[in-house]
Every structure is written in C-alpha cells, then in structure tokens.
C-alpha cells in the first residue's frame, strides 16, 4: 500500500473504513443489523416493490473513524438498549409468528438459494462471519472480530460457544467447509462467483479462520455473511430440505408449497428468542396475504403487495405498517443472444419506449423512483451522472429504421423478410409485473413491432431466464448491498447471473479493477464509468428502485426493518397478548 500524501485531503479506503470501524470489536456490535438474503450476491425478486416515506442512507464515509470513535453496539444476536428517555414495552415470550410468502423457497441450503424465501429462511436458521447493517455496513456475527493485516489476508476470531442446532459446536473447520464447498465448480453454488478472490481457507486453529485472497478484494467482507453449514452433515443430500444451522430458528418442518415451519432453538447464542414458532406460508397472491393479514390468519406479510392494499391499509390504519428505501430495483431485461435482441439499436429503440414515471404513477401508484442503473440511491458508489433514455416513440422509430427494421404494409416492421416478433415475459405471481407487460406490448405494438406477452409461476419463468430461453423478460433484483452485487455477476462476460450474454470488454475490465480498487473515490469512478457503458450499451432497461414494505399486527413488539435483511429482528420480537 502507498500511504497518502498528508497534504492531500482524507479520503478513507473501504478497507480502512471497515477494518478501523471495527478496530474495537472486542465491544459487541449490534443487533440490528441482518446478514444479506443473499449470502452469495443479488437476489432476483419474485414479486413488485413497497412504498417508502424516507430517504436511503448513504454509506460512502468522508474521513476514516477511529477505535476511539467506533460504535459500540451490541453483537448481531444479542438485544439492543432502548435510547435514554426511551418506554420500551415488556417482551412476552410464546406464540407463533405466522409469516406470508408470495413463493416457496426453491431449497434452505444458503449456499445453494437463488430465490428470496430460500434467503428469508436463512435469515433465521443461519448466521454468517459477519451480519449487514441497514446501512449497507458488515458487523460481527459468527465472528466475534477480525483482523486485516495487509490488503490479501483476513483472519476471523470466531465467537466462542456457538453451537449448531444438532447440538454439535461451531468450529473454524466447518467455516472452511463451508466456503470450500462454495469454491468447489461441481458444487453449482450461485455465490461461487463472489469468492473467487480467495486463493485458499485455513483453519488456523479451532477458533480461527484465516482467509488468504489472490488480489485485494475490496467488497470481501459485505460477502462474508454467507450461512455456515456444518461439515458433518452439510453434504447429506438432505441438507437442503433438512437444513441445520446455527440461527435462532431450527426448520421442523417444510411442505413443499405450501408452508414452512420454524422452531426457536434454545442453544442460540444470542439468548432463546421470545417466539416458540415461526410458520411461513405460501400465498403466491399479493391481495390474498393481505386479507389474510387483515382476517387474523397471518401477522406479518411484506413485499411484493399491491399498491392499492398499500394504500389501503395505511389510511386504515388499523395494522402497522413499515416502508423503507430497497436495495434493488425492477428492470426489462433484454437477451442480447436473441437475433433481433443481439442490435443495440434495437435494445436503445425499446429503452425509448419505457415511460417509467407514468409506469411508477399508474402501476405502482406512486411507489418507487425511476431507475437510471444498477446501483441504488445512497449507495457510496451510485452516481446520478448517468444517461438516461426519456420516453420517445419517435426516437424508437427512428433507431430501429436506422436498424434495418422498416414498416411494411400491415405496419409491422420486417427486415429480409422477417417479422419484427417480441415475446414480453414475466412471473404470474405478480400483477404489478403482469401490468406492465401488457403497457410494453402496447407501447412496441404501436412502433410497429409484433409483440406478446406470457406470464407463468415464477420458478418456470426465472429458469427459463437462467436458462436463455427468452426475448424481454420483467423481473427484479434485491439485496443490492454493495456495487459489486449489483454489477459483477450480471454484466461481466462470464458473470453467472448474465442471463442475456451481455458481452462489452470494457465494462467487463472496469469491474474487475472496481473489486480490486480500495480506494472509495477511485472505485466510484471506476464503477460510474461501467453504468455509462451499460446504460448505452441497454442489455437492461431499468425501470425502477424499488422500495420494501412490512405490514403487520399490532400484536407484534420489537421488529426493526431491514432493506436489506428484512427478517433478522424476528429473532428478538415477540407477540403480544
């Protein structure tokens, strides 16, 4: 490392930012905080976004903190102090919290989850090195501390007295397991692309793991919340069904379809929660859990939800309901492998015909901003500096004449003798996103261009979008909690979660020097630059920021939202009578 010039202005790198905001880690940090859904990277959404009344926070820091100066909260599973001056009701323990899903979970392996229910249950079933703080920062969690001696080597010491729910106890063997099993190709884990930094994992003694990285990496610890599995069963072929973990809640039981149920487990680290039981029911509808929220048949549902119910039950006023900004957004995206998708004109023509305000003001009624990329709002990286396609039918025109694409007699376009036809996908579960398909069928229809829509259950559509089989499909990402999420593995060449071969050497060597660049300021330009190229080069058309909503009984005491790990209070909330 090059040591700054002093006569030059601060500027804090991230490993200096994190590494000396923990410094004094010894003092707990706080519960708060949740480990990220995805403890592998971004998660593609199954549902629409919820509305919010506050602005995101922004996490880049102006001037590196010091030990003396770090927080000192209380560690990711033990409970926070109310403020001075603060009531805080009594807890009550008993009952069972029961929980509305819009889809099941694909599996409850957190190594292996593509979905958002799959990363809910790891939420509570399993704990990572490190938790994510609403604002996007890591904290301990499975590891008490930690230690960053130069920029490729970071050793967890991990908390003592951990134990798995089969009773056996946390070792540094089963955090080398677990990642080891993620590096392995044949193991088909979606995380494996944000690990492939570490050149190796150590087990240096029972209580410490060592990580020894091929290249500084800068976003290293934001992906160190991964769910650790225990060596000595996490490679049954049941795991995945008969998960075990070390998290607050043990799975009992999971009825493929239609519900999962959760236990608490009483050698927790942080303290037996109040709940007895968590039960976690599927109801693809959005109107459908929400009646049943207001019925009494569930407690607590959360987005996707109509907006209309939104509305609703906020003028109600009869349930409590939370908004907070979301890290992810709702986007078009666009094969590039299609033949007639391959165009760029193409792809900028149909970007022109997106009009994401009207879409937010009638859709979503009023819920979310419009998106102009793939880092959200008040993330330290995202950058307003980007380009933007307004709402233009005749630019449309304009770049798909340019393209070849010519008007014929019936007013379709063709080119040598073939019909400009564009199938518009998404997931049935979602009628903000069955909406929205059918205003692009009609805004492509009215350029000129054949275009239908098909709508099927989500783990169809979104295999099929894995697997390339699609022209335009609508989908969503979360869990965005660092701008390699958001970027890395969606528009690097051979990133995994490329789904349209997006293919631009420049933008592919701009993210890898934004993962190996420490410095906040120098990363951020690295990353703007990229944005520019995507946004030009149009693989997506991003649409919207989403927004998180929870909406729940009265009747539930202590829950703390989370944009990013929206169930980890569930450990400490409890029911009142």
Known sequence: ???????????????????????????????????????????????????????????????????????????????????????????????????????????????????????????????????????????????????????????????????????????????????????????????????????????????????????????????????????????????????????????????????????????????????????????????????????????????????????????????????????????????????ILSDKKVRQALSHLVNKQQIIDTIYKGIGKPANGPIVPGMWAYSADVPSYDYSPDKAKQLLDDAGWTASADGIRTKDGQKLSLVVRTHSEDPDRKQLIQVLQSEFQNVGIDATTSTVEFPAFFQDVQDGKYQVGVIGWLNLSDPDRATFRQFTIDGTANYGKYKNDQVDSLLKQARTTLDHDKAKALYTDAVKQIVDDAPYIFVQYQEYIAMYTPRLQGYVINPVANWLSFKRVSLAS
């Open 1 to 339: 490392m090059n040591a700054q010039d002093s006569a030059q202005p601060v500027r804090a790198r991230r490993r200096d930012f994190l590494r000396l905001t923990f410094a004094a880690s010894a003092v707990l940090l706080a519960e708060a905080c949740g480990p990220s859904p995805s403890s592998g990277g971004p998660v593609p959404t199954a549902g629409a976004p919820a509305p919010v009344n506050a602005a995101p926070p922004t996490t880049k820091p102006a001037i590196q903190p010091t030990a003396a100066t770090a927080p000192t909260q209380p560690a990711a599973g033990q409970p926070t102090q109310p403020a001075a001056g603060a009531t805080q009701a009594q807890a009550q323990r008993g009952g069972t919290l029961r929980v509305g899903l819009d889809v099941d979970a694909d599996t409850l392996d957190p190594r292996l989850s593509k979905n958002t229910s799959g990363f809910r249950v790891k939420e509570l079933a399993f704990n990572g090195l490190v938790a994510i703080n609403p604002d996007y920062t890591p904290v301990p969690d499975l590891a008490e501390n930690w230690d960053n001696p130069d920029d490729k080597t970071w050793v967890f010491h991990l908390r003592q007295g951990v134990r798995f729910h089969d009773g056996s106890d946390l070792t540094a063997n089963d955090v080398k397991y677990t990642y080891d099993s993620v590096l392995d190709q044949s193991f088909n884990s979606p995380a494996r692309a944000f690990y492939l930094s570490v050149d190796k994992v150590d087990a240096t003694d029972k209580n410490t793991v060592t990580f020894t990285l091929k290249s500084p990496f800068a976003p290293f610890l934001s992906y160190m919340d991964l769910g650790i599995a225990p060596q000595a069963s996490g490679a049954k072929p049941d795991f995945g069904t008969k998960p075990v973990g070390t998290g607050p809640f043990k799975v009992d039981t999971w009825n493929t379809g239609d519900s999962i149920d959760l236990s608490a487990f009483d050698g927790f680290y942080g303290g037996l929660p109040n709940l007895d039981r968590v039960r976690l029911k599927v109801v693809p509808d959005n109107s459908a859990r929400v009646v049943a929220l207001e019925s009494g048949d569930l407690d607590f549902v959360q987005s996707p939800l109509s907006p209309q119910d939104v509305s609703r039950l906020q003028s109600a006023g009869k349930l409590k309901v939370e908004r907070t900004p979301a890290a992810g957004y709702t986007y078009v995206n666009l094969n590039t492998a299609d033949p």
